[in-house]
């Protein structure tokens, strides 16, 4: 980790504020050391250049074996397509360019894919994820000067409030234990005036939720090695679903993941039927969530259950404030 980043970290046990105790170091980064509160004297390791708040990966076991199998697959540099920035561009409801000087929140970060994005825009980024992608997201994109990973659960955020001009979780939330709980602990880490966006799985596809949470009953207990493997049946099934006659039958069955590339299929396909938690949720649902926040300027994307909001400059006043 490189110094600065202790500017927007505070201790998720007392909020107290946090010294770094460097133990090695290599030029802008702190390789292994600590972070000390000096409120509770609670201390968090610094270990292979990423501080970790978190005593493990907790519910998240497959995410740390995808992104660490899959460091480099849906990277935009390193794949040579643009989904990636296509992506993050329809989730935002401002251009690209927008990011320059920014200050960015990547809730959920994995291999670090969305957090180059904004890199590449000249924005900063702090990175966080409750899995080891976070080694995978350091190995990728650590050293550029603008990039800030930490190991952190979204229920305890190690963060301070009033930080960030945009939030974003694109694909993550709805793997934690509560989706909406989980959404409810962003907006307070957003500037007055900054943004908060994010992407949760839609219900809308009454049969494929069946479907997949008929599968869902077992896969996630399976080995990792050996679900991902099975995943790989991914790569022939793609054929057969590409057969207008059989197509509904194959992905009504068998859902799978239906991207040209056989890497993303089955790391798609993984994706899918290893995770722990994962919920659908509807539009107005969401929607929703982020009215009881009191954002402002609410904006939904389709297919997918993209919203985005915005903190008001001024605060809605209460009585008893
Ligand atoms: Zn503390």
């Not at 329809?90 to 990547?106: C, I, N, R, T, W």
């Not at 649902?285 to 009881?292: I, L």
């Amino acid at each position: 980790m490189k110094l600065s980043m202790v500017q927007w970290l505070q201790c998720p046990a007392c909020a107290g504020s946090l010294t770094c105790q460097v133990g090695t170091q290599e030029g802008q980064e702190v390789r292994e050391g600590a972070l000390v509160c000096g409120g509770c004297r609670a201390r968090y390791p610094i270990v292979r250049s990423v501080p970790r708040f978190v005593p493990g990966d907790g519910y998240v076991g497959n995410f740390s074996f995808e992104w660490t199998v899959h460091r480099t697959t849906q990277v935009d540099s390193q794949s040579g397509r643009s989904d990636s920035e296509d992506r993050f561009a329809q989730s935002l409801p401002f251009p690209l360019q927008y990011l320059k000087g920014k200050l960015v929140l990547d809730v959920g970060c994995g291999t670090g894919r969305f957090a180059e994005v904004v890199l590449k825009h000249g924005g900063t980024v702090m990175g966080v994820d409750l899995s080891f992608a976070v080694d995978s997201a350091f190995a990728n994109m650590g050293g550029h000067p603008n990039m800030h990973i930490a190991q952190a659960d979204i229920f305890k955020l190690p963060l301070k409030r009033d930080c960030f001009d945009l939030i974003y979780s694109l694909g993550v939330l709805h793997h934690t234990p509560d989706c909406r709980r989980a959404f409810e602990q962003l907006p307070k880490h957003l500037k007055p005036g900054g943004t908060v966006a994010i992407t949760v799985y839609t219900n809308q596809n009454k049969f494929y939720v069946m479907s997949t949470n008929f599968w869902r009953t077992v896969t996630p207990k399976f080995p990792k090695r050996l679900l991902y493997v099975l995943c790989h049946a991914a790569i022939p099934l793609y054929y057969f679903n590409k057969i207008p006659m059989l197509r509904h039958i194959g992905l009504g069955l068998f859902p799978i993941s239906m991207d040209p590339d056989w890497r993303w299929r089955v790391l798609d396909t993984y994706d899918c039927y290893s995770p722990v938690y994962q919920s659908y949720h509807s539009y107005p649902e969401v929607f929703a969530w982020f009215e009881a926040q009191e954002l402002t300027r609410i904006r939904v994307v389709e297919p997918t259950v993209t919203v985005m909001g915005e903190r008001p400059r001024i605060e809605a006043r209460h009585g008893a404030d």
